[in-house]
């Protein structure tokens, strides 16, 4: 059994039994067996150096795109937007560790005249996960823009990633199972700071006017699928505004699900799930889950569908 005790020199918190549903947007969610937050990434390695092999291993980051279930996430969760949160450049070259949020990744580009990321400020996410879902919007995605990514194994073993290896794809990537996303790099080019801020500011304004924003959410819960939208596919399906006990499907944009202030993480799954068979039985399109579902299930709700989360 796991215990602090096994490990020596760390300097971030690790703590067992830890609340996870205030790490996400959704505010739903069991606890973590145990919740480690790194100081910085040789903090990260000392962990991983030092874990048994057979611990599982979730990383966290703004939770922004992660629904955990009542159950909670057995193993170790590792809270990467906590402290891994640095950011620095060279000419139009940004470093970003794995817990900067995506829209200071943008900001922080923008001061320093670097153009071609401004779509980074409107995907409410990390760049770990942003590489991890290939994440992106109004056009553009990480794989437009990532030269490399560094990780970690499970053994503490550092690690360079290309696209390449990544194989990014619409909403997917291959990262090694084993492996922490710790940073990853980003090319922008030349360009002016006030076009940049004001074509950043047109995002925002054209999400706010789209998107359901200051709620409960997880974003983007169905991956496009073919070309199509998911909005329109739950729409045609008469989803909007269908509801599964503290949960609802958003009438401004109904790929968005709702926690209307007491919902469980079984209801926000299972409402998906309603949506998925609607759309099904309409026009036959089966669509995949973006969010990623983890941790543990508690009776009487029943996994369907593929996953998406790595636990």
């Known amino acids: 059994m796991l215990s602090a005790e096994r ?7 690790f703590l067992p039994m830890a609340e996870l549903a205030g790490l996400t947007w959704m505010r739903v ?23 048994p092999a057979d611990v599982q291993l979730t990383c966290l980051g703004a939770g922004s795109n992660s629904l955990i279930r009542d159950g909670g996430i057995a193993g170790v969760v590792i809270h990467l937007s906590a402290f891994l949160t640095r950011i620095k450049h060279n000419d139009t070259v940004i470093h970003a560790e794995a817990g900067c949020a995506d829209s200071e990744v943008a900001r922080y ?9 401004e779509f980074l400020v409107s995907i409410p996410g990390t760049i770990g996960g942003g590489v991890i879902m290939n994440a992106g919007c109004y056009g553009k995605e990480f794989k437009d823009v990532l030269i490399d990514a560094e990780g970690m194994t499970h053994s503490g073993e550092t690690v360079l990633l290309t696209p390449k290896d990544l194989q990014l794809s619409y909403r997917r990537s291959k990262v090694p199972e084993d492996v922490v996303i710790t940073s990853a790099r980003l090319r922008g080019q030349p ?23 200051g709620v409960r959410t997880g974003g983007s819960t169905f991956a496009n699928p073919d070309g199509r939208k998911a909005w329109q596919q739950i729409h045609d399906a008469g989803c909007r ?10 009438e401004k ?3 968005f699900l709702i926690n209307q202030g007491n919902a469980t993480a079984a209801d926000i799954e299972q409402l998906g799930e309603d949506v998925r068979a609607a759309v099904i039985a309409h026009s036959g399109t089966e669509l995949r889950w973006e969010i990623r579902r983890m941790g543990r299930l508690t009776p009487p709700q029943k996994a369907t569908g593929a996953e998406d989360g790595r636990t």
């Open 7 to 13: 490990f020596s020199g760390l300097k971030g918190t």
């Open 29 to 51: 969610g069991g606890p973590a067996d145990w919740l480690f937050s790194p100081q910085d990434i040789s903090d990260l390695q000392t962990f991983l150096k030092q874990c």
């Open 109 to 117: 580009a923008a001061k320093a005249g670097v153009g071609g990321l």
């Open 191 to 213: 360009a002016d700071q006030t076009k940049i801020r004001a074509t950043m500011k047109q995002m925002l304004s054209n999400r706010a006017a789209s998107q359901p924003v």
């Open 241 to 250: 505004g269908m509801q599964r006990g503290g949960a609802r499907v958003s």
């Open 253 to 255: 944009h109904c790929n």
